[in-house]
């Protein structure tokens, strides 16, 4: 029976040993070789609409595997786009050493005045160890907090754009000259496009507040019954260039006219707080009057008849001929996702992208980023074996990690070394590859001594 206990306790030693010998990310935290930090770029005076970012940092003196991610997160009275996370690669020099880093830039649109607290943000996290292999966890950030204020010269303005720069399209006008007939329609198209801020938070536009003028020469209050107004939905799209967001919202209304008779359509101001200036300024859409004719639009077009649409047979061949290009077109369009996808993949466009990435660290000397795009080059040819017990790699990798005092001048990596060890990795056949005895989690060990 003792023995029994004995074995019992041994076993239990062993396997205790044996979990706290495990690497875990907490583990490289703790041990300083793994950070995150959270900023909050506060703007002098932070106001409601206006974007505020935060980021999130973090940094491993290796490299990452298959990189970091920041797990969804929500905030009330907060707008954020799906697609607001820009993501940044770089590098930094920590007590002489060279460390990698990843940048979560995360951009907020408060929508209320006061204080707000940011949660901790989950953020998934791989790193390729020097001994361990890829080991993943979860870092959380610390919490923080910012404040969202109101300048007085807002409070009495229901909606308004927060943004440096707005700009506004009339096309189509209404003509105070011209009698219109009754069943004509004019449509107005008014666009609106604001620099650093989304298109959904540019406000609607309402151009439907239309009174008729008696004969008198006074304005009816309400709504004409002898216009019928069509709105079509606001189309709201956003364009970035070189990270710079620009949003434009565009309304149509199309106005039939009815009822013979005056009208006037009201002006719209469109308020919008510069923030470069800090100052509130407007934009106008200015009033439009016109006049309806008692002669209907219908008439004027009665002697228009069918028998001038004589299709003869070239007419008939060219509306299929369209037909068949539009088809083919739709059918292209619905398919591009795949098309796009088989070209990449018969053009090898990550291997092509990845490989001149890696040329290009080398030129700039990047070489601790030049060893992780390696590193993702040889996993894309499903070949990262190949780059194990190479001399090239081992330069380069004793390049990637020396600082401080202990600097080597006599290593060199040169452009031609970089394409050597490229054509050494191509060259491997899969046969090569399938012998290897990597297997998977294993530490690829470039910085082997």
């Known amino acids: 029976m003792n023995k029994a206990l004995i074995s019992l306790f041994i076993c239990f030693y062993l396997f205790s040993s ?12 703790n041990q300083e070789k793994l950070t995150i930090s959270l900023t909050v770029n506060e703007s002098e005076q932070q106001i409601v609409g206006q974007a505020l970012v935060v980021s999130i940092e973090v940094a491993t003196d290796r490299w990452f595997a298959t990189g970091t991610r920041v797990q969804s997160f929500t905030l009330t ?25 990843q940048t979560h830039e995360i951009t907020l649109y408060p929508t209320l005045t006061g204080s707000y607290r940011l949660p901790e943000i989950k953020v998934d996290v791989s790193v390729n160890t020097e001994n361990d292999g890829i080991i993943t966890g979860v870092l959380n950030t610390q919490e ?34 011209k009698k219109y007939s009754i069943g004509e329609a004019i449509t107005q198209t008014i666009t609106i496009t604001a620099s650093d801020t989304p298109a959904m938070m540019i406000p609607e536009i309402n151009l439907t507040n239309i009174s008729e003028v008696s004969k008198s020469g006074k304005a009816n209050t309400e709504t004409a019954e002898g216009i019928s107004i069509y709105h079509k939905p606001a189309k709201v799209f956003d364009k970035s260039n070189r990270g710079s967001l620009s949003g434009s919202r565009v309304e149509s209304f199309t106005y039939i006219f009815e009822k013979s008779g005056n009208y006037i359509l009201a002006e719209q101001v469109i308020y919008w707080w510069n923030s470069q200036s800090n100052t509130l300024e407007t934009l106008l859409i200015p009033a439009s009057s016109w006049s309806v004719s008692g002669q209907g639009f219908i008439k004027q077009q009665s002697n228009f008849e069918l028998k001038n649409l004589n299709f003869n ?49 080398i030129a700039k000397k990047e070489y601790l980023i030049a060893t992780q795009t390696l590193y993702q080059y040889s996993l894309a040819l499903g070949k990262s074996t190949e780059i194990k017990n190479n001399k090239l790699t081992e330069r380069l990798n004793k390049l990637a990690f020396q600082g401080g005092t202990d600097i080597d001048s006599s290593l060199t990596f040169s ?6 060890l490229i054509r ?6 899969a046969k090569n590859a399938k012998e290897s ?4 989690g294993e530490a690829i060990k470039l910085n082997k001594q």
């Open 313 to 361: 047979i070239a007419t008939l061949l060219i509306i299929a001929l369209t037909f068949l290009v539009l088809t083919l077109a739709y059918l292209i369009y619905i398919k591009r996702q795949q098309l796009v996808t088989f070209y990449k993949k018969l053009t090898k466009h990550e291997q092509r992208q990845l490989r001149q990435q890696f040329l290009n660290h």
């Open 77 to 101: 009275d907060v707008v954020m786009q799906a697609s607001n996370i820009v993501t940044i690669n770089g590098s930094k020099r920590i007590k002489g050493q060279s460390w990698a880093t």
């Open 437 to 440: 005895n990597f297997t998977h």
């Open 18 to 29: 044996t979990s706290f010998a495990m690497q875990t990310i907490d583990n490289l935290v």
């Open 424 to 429: 050494q990795i191509a060259s491997k056949t």
């Open 144 to 177: 923080a907090g910012f404040n969202i204020s109101l300048p007085e010269a807002l409070i009495d303005i229901d909606n308004f754009i927060v943004s440096p720069e707005v700009t506004l399209n009339i096309d189509g006008q209404f003509d105070a000259d």
């Open 415 to 420: 452009i031609d070394d970089a394409k050597a």
